[in-house]
């Protein structure tokens, strides 16, 4: 299983970036996806999570209201479309998966450990 993030880049305060996932080895309609972020010497942190179905959707409080994440399991990719954005969004964005729990059931997660597949990160720079 591959994850491919793409969509980073150099923006000004306020303008929007959209961030895309692209997974290879599995069928999107089986794995949650999700979005986490890192900064220098920080923690990676969540940020966005949705379901295998894209009917349900779970955000950090930093983002929460400005950042939409979405799927299109018809074509394998995940996105994160950020509006508004921040100096403080300024950090290395990864996307991630997971699959159901071993009873099947799917589940929306916002720790890390959950996360079975990783990509590589994608930098957003935010100018002040």
């Known amino acids: 299983v591959q994850l491919q993030a793409s969509g980073g880049g150099l923006v000004q305060t306020g303008d929007s970036l959209r961030l895309s996932c692209a997974i290879s080895?599995?069928?999107?309609?089986?794995?949650?996806m999700g979005w986490f972020r890192q900064a220098p010497g920080k923690e990676r942190e969540f940020v966005a999570t949705?379901?295998?179905?894209?009917?349900?959707?779970y955000y950090s409080d930093s983002v929460k209201g400005r950042f939409t994440i979405s799927r299109d399991n018809a074509n394998n990719i995940g996105y994160l479309q950020m509006n508004g954005l921040k100096p403080e969004d300024t950090v290395v964005y990864y996307c991630?998966?997971?699959?159901?729990?071993?009873?099947?059931?799917?589940?929306?997660?916002?720790?890390?450990?959950?996360?079975?597949?990783w990509g590589q990160g994608t930098q957003v720079t935010v100018s002040s």
């Open positions: 991630a998966a997971h699959g159901p729990a071993s009873s099947g059931v799917f589940f929306l997660s916002t720790k890390l450990g959950d996360y079975h597949y």
């Open positions: 080895g599995v069928t999107l309609n089986s794995v949650v």
């Open positions: 949705i379901s295998w179905n894209g009917s349900s959707a």
